[in-house]
């Protein structure tokens, strides 16, 4: 599994030295930053919710008014102003509250995009090594679903959890002020209400993030699916992968009803307290009132104030469960943003020349994959390519030709050895400088779904429309594009699924000649083309690798007769090099390569 940086800025802290509280809010604290960019929004959304909270405190005052000195004869005046007072009242707290509601949500909204933008640019940044193991849809559902959580808890339930908690202080400072024996016995509850919420809060999280965890795999094999449903339909498959995602939807639901359960409760058994508390109060409140100790209006002004308190706690209870999924998630965001890539910029890396003459060289390279390191895929591999030179590589499956290709775009790092370009440590480049002097047409290439010109132009977003086409009729792809709906504006589906195999190629091979760098490299660019298309591009290739240092991935062997040399490759080492003239004549493994091939070859045509 790629290496995790514990120290990492955005990591939580060691969840084992974290209680209560503190421990299930951690996960969201790295969030912060973002929330702080926008203080004038805090700030609006901050005062908004101040002026609610008082206008909504103001409104069991004026019920004792009305109560104690309203309600006679001779007070039709006092009655009226102060329903006259409530309304303005009123009319505060709507404004107020709509201005809070805006606010908050706006932040909320901001804080996410932001996060999804910063997010989808570290998984842009990670290496290889990375995507070796990791699962799509699941990195999808992390920057999706769980984002989504987040909105909610930067948002909503921030909004919430303010407006209740200032109403709750409030409310606890007008009953302290309106009885403080009543207030003290109505607070002694609250330790029963709170305990049970600290102890809580840890399982919940626990029990969102398992669920949180358990939808992503679901969406992952969703997605491995659907992005070859033709394999599946090819293959008759769909009744059981509709089967085993049912079954993964259902562990999801499963988890998900488990940590709703545990919400639930929480929430109840904090609600049942709470108001026991208040009838417990408000009987006693009652009795002080039949003594004359207290008046009626004196008490509904404190049972406002203590259902105001009540309400505020128990809702307060359930946004606790709402944070504690969003700290679930936020957690499983943490654990992408902590992984530190491995490809990366040295700190002063050595400046690109304004052209590279090409020179490539390979010294003593040892490499094994990360998912595979007690299996080397290079042995002490030494070749050097000079500018402008065309290389041929040849060899059975795994003997280590598309390694190398990785390793001259350095996806991985050498193992031991190293591979210069121009004589420069490619470990010394900045990865971005190196592999804008690298052009690559690949075997299986990828096309997005985007519009033609934009998949030609993909990574040279500036090209003009000339540009482009004419790297398109250098790559014999200028006729079928323009028999397209739209032309050049054709925009194709995903993965390029309409195009033929070798319409496929031609538009790499089209990518590769506008990048017009002095690196070429082509894995086996002309094997999905009929014969007469494929001479067309090859005489395209001859033209685009004139002057360029070109290595050439072949398993036709037709493809590297006119390479200046050919390399010959089995488990990991280079065991042949020459031409193809005098590699026949040695009759070593490429004499036997090429004599099945071509035997395959007549046997078909027979």
């Not at 290496?3 to 809010?25: C, M, Q």
């Not at 002026?51 to 109560?67: F, K, N, Q, Y």
């Not at 309203?70 to 009226?80: I, K, L």
């Not at 009744?239 to 929480?266: C, I, S, W």
């Amino acid at each position: 599994m790629t290496e995790i940086n514990k120290d990492a800025s955005l990591a939580a802290p060691p969840r084992e030295n974290r209680r209560g509280f503190g421990a299930t809010l951690a996960p969201l604290r790295p969030l912060l930053p973002y929330a702080l960019r926008y203080k004038r929004t805090i700030a609006f959304a901050f005062a908004a919710l101040l002026v609610a909270s008082g206008a909504t405190l103001t409104l069991p005052a004026a019920v004792r008014g009305m109560i104690d000195h309203g309600f006679s004869t001779d007070s039709a005046g006092a009655v009226n102003a102060y329903f006259g007072a409530m309304v303005g009242v009123a009319a505060a707290l709507a404004l107020a509250s709509g201005t809070r509601y805006y606010f908050v949500m706006t932040l909320g909204e901001r804080v996410v995009a932001d996060l999804r933008a910063d997010l989808f640019r570290h998984l842009a940044s990670l290496d290889a090594a990375f995507y070796d193991t990791a699962k799509t849809g699941e990195l999808l559902s992390r920057l999706t679903a769980d984002t989504t959580l987040l909105k909610s808890a930067f948002g909503s339930s921030a909004s919430v959890a303010l407006r209740n908690m200032f109403m709750f202080v409030g409310a606890v400072i007008m009953m302290f002020a309106t009885s403080p024996k009543l207030a003290g016995l109505a607070l002694a509850a609250i330790p029963v209400i709170v305990l049970p919420l600290i102890a809580s809060g840890r399982s919940v999280r626990k029990r969102s993030k398992l669920a949180q965890d358990t939808l992503a795999q679901a969406s992952a094999y969703a997605g491995e699916n659907l992005s070859a449903v033709r394999a599946m339909q090819a293959n008759g498959a769909q009744a059981p992968t509709v089967a085993r995602f049912k079954r993964a939807v259902e562990a999801a639901y499963d988890a998900a009803q488990a940590a709703t359960l545990a919400r639930a409760f929480v929430t109840s058994g904090a609600i049942l307290v709470v108001f026991t508390s208040i009838v417990a109060v408000l009987w006693l409140g009652a009795q002080d009132v039949l003594a004359g100790r207290m008046s009626s209006g004196l008490l509904s002004q404190f049972v406002l104030y203590a259902v105001l308190g009540a309400s505020s706690l128990g809702e307060l209870s359930s946004v606790w469960s709402e944070v504690t999924a969003a700290a679930g998630a936020a957690s499983r965001i943490a654990e992408i943003l902590e992984v530190r890539p491995k490809i990366v910029a040295p700190p002063h890396p050595t400046p690109a020349p304004a052209r590279w003459r090409g020179r490539i060289s390979f010294e003593h390279v040892g490499f094994a994959y990360p998912t595979a390191p007690d299996r080397s895929a290079l042995r002490d591999l030494s070749l050097a390519v000079e500018p402008g030179e065309r290389v041929a590589l040849v060899g059975p499956s795994g003997a280590g030709k598309s390694t190398l290709f990785a390793l001259l775009l350095r996806f991985y790092d050498v193992g031991s050895g190293a591979v210069t370009l121009d004589g420069v440590d490619l470990r010394a480049l900045d990865p971005l400088d190196l592999r804008k002097a690298i052009a690559l047409a690949p075997q299986d290439p990828v096309i997005f779904g985007l519009s033609v010109a934009e998949n030609i132009a993909y990574g040279r977003e500036s090209a003009s429309i000339d540009v482009i086409v004419s790297a398109a009729k250098r790559a014999q792809a200028h006729d079928f594009i323009s028999a397209l709906p739209k032309g050049y504006d054709t925009q194709l589906g995903e993965r390029g699924v309409t195009l033929s195999g070798g319409q496929r190629q031609r538009l790499a091979i089209a990518r590769a000649i506008l990048a017009d760098a002095p690196v070429l490299l082509l894995d086996e660019a002309t094997s999905a083309l009929d014969a007469e298309n494929e001479a067309a591009v090859q005489a395209a290739l001859h033209d685009v690798m004139k002057g360029r240092t070109s290595i050439v991935i072949a398993h036709r062997l037709a493809t590297v007769l006119e390479a200046d040399r050919i390399v010959v490759l089995d488990e990991g080492r280079i065991v042949e090099e020459g031409t193809h003239a005098t590699l026949i004549a040695a009759g070593g493994l490429y004499a036997r390569l090429a004599k099945l091939q071509f035997d395959t070859e007549r046997a078909g045509a027979a």
